[in-house]
């Protein structure tokens, strides 16, 4: 392998690939990231052997050829390098002399053959969004995943098709949330698949302002692709629990709320909170909401919100991280809450197709 | 206690004196700040029993009186709060209302009278800086003190005077950082008093751009004050060691180094290396220094720039981390490299009174 690339370019693509390399791998090659320069392309790849990236650019190549190089050290190498080009040149040892402008390098790599070959993968369904609706969709519930429940299933986001509108749903037992969207295009099979957290994120990482994503999925395989960039990842397998059931039918108490304010306000009074397990009690009543938390050690934290409610007086304690998370990762002005009493379960919408779902608690 | 405050004063004051309140200490009423409200001033102070931080603000006192509110708590509130003004008042018990706006909080204090007194403070010299120099000293020198080393002496900085000329101290047995400095003023006895590095952050945390920094010292104590700020700290006791012999006293080469690049390359050819254990090794010939560095799991890495020099090829080799401080930490374009051979202390100047020396490695 002997090719000649952009710096910036390579930096970039290294930045893609190495996110998902982890420091303590039983299996050393998994440290590094695969080279490929065929015709005018270098392909990156790396793996965890959940998960497999690959991206490629534009390279002169002098002579096509394969090698693996350690990840961390050559991201660190390209970045602090200041020339516009490097050149890259393997010898038949894998040890690959990187040259840019005065620097002058050798690193010592393993042999290709070491590194896992990518597996067979057959799409039975595909679905296209633009990149930035599916980051917003990831963005929208990703934090509702709970890496800590003993349910394999929820440690993923579930990908749902059905009459042509796609559903991703993330729940931790506590709440749960939702979006419903119709995708650009759509083709193959109805139906479910779970896809792992860690997966999502890396999607989340290399989605980009323009462009569009393509999601195609097999029976334990998916695939994710934009401009050049591929994501291969293993499926998470069983049967996602039925998460409509944990929807109300109907509410007959309905608030508008303003996102910004709301959350400074349930920031600043959950500071007179202490332990994780804390509440926070929202108190409504003549077109107001009270902030109300407290607790043995730090004290008592009071504020308020004017909005539009002349119902019955109503107490409600929420989980105040629980109850933040929506409101932080919506980017609407306004949230529509949704209640029947204290004890039943609450809704979040913020009207374009985005559902949170929480239960009150009821220590209050 | 009763009394108004700005907020923004409030939230200033609060991030000057919290800094030094750690997460475990045995005695709460050392994570509080004790507040003091006396004529129209507000006055908060922390200690953690080494170090006692005190600053003064402007308050509408109604009720003068004392009381202590935990330090975390108090800090994350009023950096939340968005309203002007904040209005406390504490109560016998030491429960102490907070309003700022339309929040509105209860915290629970602990009684002034739990709070450490301060110690009797004699001061015997007295010597006074701009701020701004005495933060250059502070920063050029601080990064050599070492908390690892067995002797106590060490885990300080040396401040010295002598024939009304300052001289700040700092080493860990491998190398020696020292400026020479004359002061504004100076008043008392001359001699020589080791100041904990934890007390000299606290005080780069506080100095500003403008105005002076006083440095009072006793026999076990010592006192800086800026405008608005007091801080008394513990002094190290013990004798210094005799730095002065370390310095070589002559030297048969001397090289302009251009301090950017020299950084630049530095740490761009440290890529090659691992351990903390390694070297790099710089090759002086030809009006060129190369740098060279080599592990057995990376590879090789090999850069150079243009010096002045046109004596006897030198190969040196150093800890790069030892070598790279000096430079970080350095403000003007050039630093002079001082040296004899490869195997005798080497000096780096910047000819504003920093002196830099340090042992090259043997093992070549």
Known sequence: MKLTVKKEQLQKALQKVTNIIGSKSTLPVLGNVLFEAIGNKLILTTTDLEIRITTTIEAQVQREGKTTIPAKKISML???????????????????????????????????????????????????????????????????????????????????????????????????????????????????????????????????????????????????????????????????????????????KSIDIPVKTFIAKLELVSIALTDSSAFIKLKLANNKMEFLAASSNVGEGEDHIDIDYDDEMLDISFNPAFLADPFKHCDADKMMLKLNDSFSPVALESGDGFLYVIMPMRNR
Chains 1, 2 share one sequence.
């Open 78 to 252: 390209v970045s602090k390098f200041i020339d516009d080009e490097v050149f890259l040149d393997c010898n038949e040892k894998h040890h690959t002399d990187i040259v840019c402008g005065t620097a002058n390098f050798k690193m010592l790599g393993l042999p290709d053959d070491d590194f896992p070959s990518p597996v067979d993968f057959a799409p039975i369904k595909s679905i296209k969004f633009k990149e930035m609706d599916f980051l917003r969709i990831l963005d929208q519930i990703s934090y509702a995943v709970s890496l800590d429940d003993s349910r394999k299933v929820l440690h993923g986001i579930l990908c749902s098709i059905k009459d042509n509108t796609f559903t991703a749903v993330a729940t931790d037992g506590k709440r749960l949330a939702l979006v419903e969207r119709v995708p650009e295009e759509f083709a193959g099979q109805e139906g479910d698949t779970i896809v792992p957290l860690k997966s999502a994120i890396e999607l989340k990482r290399i989605l980009e302002k323009d462009g569009n994503v393509t999601l195609e999925f097999g029976d334990k395989q998916a695939r994710f692709r934009t401009e050049g960039v591929e994501i291969f990842t293993k499926l998470i397998e069983g049967n996602y629990p039925n998460y409509r059931q944990v929807i109300p039918a109907g509410f007959t």
